[in-house]
């Protein structure tokens, strides 16, 4: 079965710029969680989609936005790029919501954006 | 609110045992374990659940104290390839409607010969 698939894999954008960044998750799997992966803060939620309904959203600006298509796939996008969006931007995917039950959460490889 | 993971960062040497804590101030749900290596994607490791039941890594434990709102993950014999970042993600008990997993900062965990 193939992994959590995500593109591009590296990115450089300058301010002011925005960014649209893919995920596919694993066949079958419904949810698909954002994060932002920074040096020294771990990994933050972003928003997770389910059903191609925004689930749920972290305390980011409204700069960050996301969709989920029919087939599960998600993007999330984000638009006039400041130099502190540099992080690597990772998605992952479970069978339904993740955090309850045995819904543990397949990573993806990441898209390292990088703003100058 | 973001879980407090201790220690930061923790060196073993092949063989020795390693505890590393995960602690909330929100009542809990459940607790997931995730190791990440350098330049990969981060790996689940282990769930536990309000009430006791555990699902991950047949060679890995954890315990989750719902009073104390913690969970440590324990590392026994270790090998080289235990070394990475450990996270730990929490998700408060709620009642209905919250699936927000909010990880810790990280636990770097490194084993040398």
């Known amino acids: 079965k193939a992994g959590v698939t995500q593109t591009p894999r590296y990115l450089i954008k300058t301010r002011g710029q925005q960014v649209t960044l893919s995920c596919s998750p694993i066949?079958?799997?419904?949810?698909v969680s954002w994060y932002q992966q920074t040096p020294g803060q771990g990994l933050q939620f972003l928003f997770e989609?389910?059903?191609?309904?925004?689930?749920n959203k972290g305390n980011f600006p409204g700069r960050f936005s996301g969709r989920q298509f029919s087939n599960s796939r998600s993007e999330m996008n984000v638009s006039t790029l400041e130099l502190g969006d540099s992080a690597l931007y990772l998605c992952?995917?479970?069978?339904?919501?993740?955090?309850?039950?045995?819904?543990?959460?397949?990573f993806g490889p990441g898209t390292r954006l990088t703003v100058l | 609110q973001q879980p407090v993971q201790s220690p930061q960062a923790v060196i073993l040497r092949e063989g020795e045992d390693a505890v590393i804590n995960c602690s909330s101030s929100?009542?809990?749900?459940?607790v997931h374990w995730y190791r990440q290596k350098h330049g990969e994607a981060p790996v689940f490791l282990m769930i536990?659940?309000?009430?006791?039941e555990q699902k991950g890594h047949e060679k890995i434990s954890a315990s989750f104290n719902e009073k104390k709102q913690q969970s440590s993950l324990y590392l026994t014999a270790s090998q080289l390839s235990y070394s990475g970042t450990y996270f730990c993600?929490?998700?408060?008990?709620?009642?209905?409607?919250?699936?927000?997993?909010?990880f810790g900062k990280g636990t770097k965990l490194s084993v040398i010969p």
């Open positions: 993600g929490t998700d408060p008990f709620s009642g209905a409607g919250s699936y927000q997993l909010t």
């Open positions: 992952a995917s479970s069978l339904s919501r993740p955090a309850r039950g045995d819904n543990e959460q397949f």
């Open positions: 989609y389910f059903s191609e309904t925004q689930r």
């Open positions: 066949s079958g799997h419904r949810s």
């Open positions: 929100k009542a809990l749900y459940s």
């Open positions: 536990l659940l309000k009430g006791g």
